[in-house]
Nanobody
């Protein structure tokens, strides 16, 4: 049974840095496009970023474009999300997801083959 596990969340200050890791087990991520989704306190889920199977194509939602960087290491079966210049409005639970043959750009867990349990990120001084 495949699964995704997020790690690296925690507390960071505005303008600091943070890196989230999404580690897959039980399946090979090289066959899957991958996604980050977040949910801020009291709000609905928001799509954050997509990365293609090879990592050559990446996409970002406007609020994070230019500040976050998504990447993947298929040899390590892992995807990353780096925060540069995090802001308080980035405070959320961050989820990673995987799907094939295409990425639905959805925030619904049922639209993906795999969905992680989430990791909390808090941006505060």
């Amino acid at each position: 049974q495949g699964r995704l596990v997020e790690s690296g969340g925690g507390l960071t200050q505005p303008g600091g840095s943070l890196r989230l890791t999404c580690t897959a087990s039980g399946f090979n991520i090289s066959d899957y496009g991958m996604t980050w989704v977040r949910q801020a306190p009291g709000k609905g889920r928001e799509w954050v970023s997509d990365i293609s199977t090879t990592g050559r194509s990446v996409y970002y939602n406007i609020p994070v474009k230019g500040r976050f960087t998504v990447s993947r290491d298929n040899a390590r079966n892992t995807m990353y999300l780096e925060f540069n210049d995090p802001r308080p409005e980035d405070t959320a639970v961050y989820y990673c997801a995987a799907n094939r043959p295409y990425l639905p750009r959805s925030t619904r867990e049922t639209d993906y083959n795999y969905w992680g349990q989430g990791t909390q990120v808090t941006v505060s001084s």
